[in-house]
C-alpha cells in the first residue's frame, strides 16, 4: 500500500520570513525546503542587525578626496550594515578617478544640467549584493548543452561602491532612496541617483538633541510634567498644539530616570513606527533599501566645461554604528556628553 507524496518544488510557495521547516519523518525535501530554511533564519539575523543596533559604518571605510597626481576619491577597506541589516564587507582600498566618472556619464549629466553647474553634488554609495559562484555539474537531460548541465553551488557576499548624483534639488517629484540603474520617466538612462533620506537616522539625532536639552531646574524654574516630555517626543515628527517653553527644559532631578524611560518608550512604541510606514514599509519594517551613505562630495568644476578642479568630503551625514561595549565602558567610567549636556 503506497501514499501519494507531493513532489517538492521551488516554486510551491512564495518564501516566507515568518516561516521554517518543520521537519518530520516522511516530509520530502526539496529546494524549496532549503532555501525557506535560509530565508527564515537569515531574515531573523538581518532583522536582528536592523532593529537592535541600527545601520552604517562598523568599521573603516573612510573616504577621502586625493589630488596628486589625480582627482580622485578612495574609500579605505571596512564593514558597514544596510538599512535592510545586511553585512557588507569591503576587503580592499577601492578608488574612483572623478574625470573618469564624468566622462563616462557626461551624455546623462548634460540631460540633467542644460549648462554645466560651477559644482557638482555627488554621494558615495555602498549597496549590498549577491553573487553566484563554484559552478558545479548538475543532473540534466539528454541532448542538453553545458550551461544547463551546470549550476552555481554557492552565493557569496559581495559589494558594489557607486558614485551617484546627489541630486537633492532635482526637479523629480519623488524623492529616490535608491541608487537608479533605469531612473524613473524623464530621467536620462545610465546615471545612478541617489537622495540620501534618512528618516530614522534624522530621528534618532532629533531624539538625541531633544534629550541633550533637559536640564535639572532650580527653584525658579518651571519643571515639565511627565505628559510634556512625551509630547515633546511625538512633536518630533508630528507637532502638536504649543510646545512647552523652551529649549532648555527643565526636570527636577528626581524625576530624570523616570521622565528618561517616558521619552524613550514614546520614542519606541510611537515615533519609531511612524518613522517607517514614511519610508514607505510597513510599521517597524526595515526599509527595502540596500545601500548605505558613505559620504557627500562637492566636485568643483571650471566654467565653461565639464572638467573637475576640486573635491571636497563630507561624511557628517553619514550613518554609523557604536559596538556595545564602547558604550559600556563609556557608562562604567562616567564619560561626561561632549558639549556639557547633562
Partial sequence: ?????????????????????NYTFGLVLGVEEFVQSDA???AKHHLENRMLHGYGTCCGLDVTA??????RVQVTPGWAINPRGQEIKVPEVMCVQIADWIEANLSALQAWYPSAPSSLGLCVVLCYRECKTDVVPIPGQ?????????????????????LCLDDTTSPLSSPITSPLSSPPDGTPGGLCVFRPTQL????????????????????????????????LVRDLHQPVGS?????????????????????????ITEVRPFVSE???????????????????????LNQPGWIAVGLTVDDSRRPFVVPTRLLEEMILVGSAPLGGGS
Fill in 200 to 231: 530614522e537616522e534624522d530621528s534618532i539625532h532629533a531624539l538625541a538633541e531633544l534629550l541633550s536639552e533637559f536640564k535639572v531646574a532650580t527653584i525658579s524654574e518651571p519643571v515639565l510634567t511627565l505628559e510634556d516630555v512625551e509630547q
Fill in 40 to 42: 527564515y533564519f537569515l
Fill in 243 to 267: 510646545p512647552p517653553a523652551g529649549p532648555p527644559y527643565y526636570i527636577n532631578a528626581a524625576d530624570g530616570p523616570r521622565f528618561l524611560r517616558a521619552a524613550l518608550r514614546t520614542w
Fill in 278 to 300: 514614511q519610508a514607505g514599509v510597513g510599521p517597524c519594517c526595515p526599509p527595502r533599501e540596500k545601500c548605505v551613505l558613505l559620504a557627500q562630495l562637492t566636485v568643483e
Fill in 1 to 21: 500500500m503506497s501514499t501519494p507524496c507531493q513532489a517538492a518544488s521551488p516554486n510551491l510557495q512564495k518564501l516566507n520570513p515568518l516561516k521554517r521547516v
Fill in 66 to 71: 586625493q589630488t596628486v597626481p589625480i582627482l
Fill in 142 to 162: 539528454p541532448c542538453t548543452t553545458l550551461s544547463s548541465s551546470t549550476a552555481p553551488s554557492r552565493i557569496a557576499d559581495s559589494f558594489e561602491l557607486m
